[in-house]
């Protein structure tokens, strides 16, 4: 198993797909757009700094889904895709993805943002293993809460690793020896930092000094 592992914000996709999501809620209404707006740009910035306190910010983007029926939700998400993502998806970044689809290689998306959100931008892409941290439901609703291991920072790598294990695979050291990484972030270094390749994409700038630093290839899929 030779595995192709992706991440999405700002590396396959043209922006962060949970800011937008969050933006996108505020222009609808559906969350006080004062209120939501100020907390979405400042744990954006956690982020970016490489501070983001991963629960935090998973009560807070996660609580409004609480407030409605999945109906509802899926109807607003759907035209959110329509209307905010598809337009950030490259060519290069499908290409890509594809490159690897035809070299037999098992494709895998793994995102810190939640399955809610990307589940759907993952089937543009046509990857259907999606590792993402995860939107707890319970009697067919959303409770507003996480469930499960964050897909974030060491996380990344604690979910790949069940998903092996699933897989009937023991040794996980052997697949990720031979697998490729693409990620933009700092975030993603304790995974980066296990594969056979990691590749930098449009990488922030500390990911590109130890991209520098390593010799790891950087790449640009996004202008």
Not at 74 to 85: L, P, T, V, W
Not at 114 to 134: K, M, Y
Not at 147 to 172: A, S
Request: hydrophobic share 40%; net charge negative.
């Amino acid at each position: 198993m030779k595995l192709a592992l992706f991440d999405l914000d700002n590396t396959l996709l043209d922006g962060d797909s949970d800011y937008l999501w969050g933006e996108y809620m505020c222009e609808l209404g559906i969350v006080d757009r004062d209120a939501y707006a100020k907390g979405n740009e400042q744990f954006h910035a956690d982020y970016r700094e490489g501070k983001l306190d991963i629960h935090a910010y998973l009560r807070f983007a996660l609580e409004p889904l609480s407030r409605y029926s999945v109906e509802d939700l899926h109807r607003h998400r759907a035209s959110f895709i329509d209307q905010e993502i598809r337009q950030r998806v490259s060519k290069a970044s499908l290409e890509l993805v594809d490159e690897h689809r035809q070299a037999g290689d098992q494709l895998i998306m793994i995102t810190a943002t939640n399955d809610f959100v990307t589940r759907p931008i993952a089937d543009i892409f046509g990857i259907d293993v999606l590792l993402a941290s995860d939107a707890e439901m319970k009697d067919g609703c959303y409770t507003g809460q996480a469930t499960g291991t964050p897909c974030f920072q060491d996380g990344k790598l604690t979910k790949l690793e069940t998903w092996l294990r699933e897989q009937g695979v023991n040794d996980i050291d052997i697949p990720l020896r031979s697998a490729s990484f693409y990620s933009d972030s700092r975030n993603d270094l304790p995974l980066l930092s296990r594969v056979g390749r990691p590749v930098c994409v449009n990488p922030d700038p500390v990911l590109l000094a130890t991209a520098n630093d390593r010799g790891w290839p950087v790449i640009k899929l996004i202008c």
